[in-house]
């Protein structure tokens, strides 16, 4: 009964290669996210999308490219991997987010990235 | 636009003692604001959240104080105990859609 969970929990990969970190939510919320933690915990939004639609892109390389093929999932590829893209990514949901409304949002356990 | 600080980035407190962690904003906008709580190897889980409407908000063993006065956000936990050790981000939300997180806190509990 996870509600919010991503795949793989690991990734060790070379630099250059191209990769992709799933998400899914069976919350039934409608906005999902995408963050970057760093080495130093610091905790950045990278992507959000609303019902499949891109919503808030905050500036990531064009590397990055979040995919939604429905409100439940929200895949994260990406390209021509770097070593300043290690981290771990965290998928996150909530209820609909709408301007002016603010919805506590739930993260997945999150996905390590170690690039080689 | 928005950041968020945390005066201490560590915290060691006794078992049983009660624990304070705070938090800057700059964003006057801001209007909504938001604990989290992150273990070991897992993703960050909700703790509480407060608006600005308000300036005290009471959970179970938790309590939040905001002062928008002096944009200051405080986590007030009771009671500490040895599992409450993690990583405390507190959040900030205004003008934008995006959650704005702050650098964290670790909380160290000694039994």
């Known amino acids: 009964d996870t509600a919010v969970s991503q795949t793989p929990k690991y990734l060790v990969t070379q630099m250059g290669n191209d990769k992709s970190i799933k998400c899914e939510q069976n919350?039934?919320?409608?906005?999902m996210y995408w963050y970057k933690q760093d080495s130093k915990k610091f905790l950045k939004i990278m992507f959000s999308?609303?019902?499949?639609?891109?919503?808030i892109n905050e500036t990531v390389p064009n590397r990055f490219s979040p995919k939604s093929p429905d409100k439940a999932h929200l895949n994260l590829h990406i390209n021509s991997l770097e070593l300043g893209d290690s981290a771990v990514y965290f998928c996150?949901?909530?209820?609909?987010?709408?301007?002016?409304?603010?919805?506590?949002?739930?993260f997945g356990p999150g996905t390590r990235l170690l690039v080689l | 636009g928005e950041s968020v600080g945390l005066h201490l980035p560590t915290l060691s407190v006794q078992e049983g003692d009660n624990s304070i962690i705070n938090c800057a904003y700059s964003?006057?906008?801001?209007?909504?604001f938001i604990w989290y709580k992150q273990e070991s190897g897992k993703g960050p889980q909700f703790i509480i959240d407060?608006?600005?409407?308000?300036d005290k908000r009471q959970g179970q063993r938790v309590t939040v104080l905001l002062n928008k006065t002096v944009k200051h956000l405080s986590l007030q936990i009771a009671a500490t105990q040895p599992g409450d050790s993690a990583v405390y981000f507190c959040?900030?939300?205004?003008?934008?859609?995006?959650?704005?997180f702050g650098k964290g806190t670790k909380l160290t509990v000694n039994p």
């Open positions: 959040g900030t939300q205004g003008g934008s859609e995006k959650l704005v």
């Open positions: 407060i608006r600005s409407n308000m």
């Open positions: 964003n006057s906008a801001s209007d909504y």
């Open positions: 996150a949901s909530s209820l609909l987010l709408n301007p002016g409304r603010l919805e506590t949002q739930y």
């Open positions: 919350l039934g919320h409608d906005t």
């Open positions: 999308y609303n019902n499949k639609e891109l919503i």
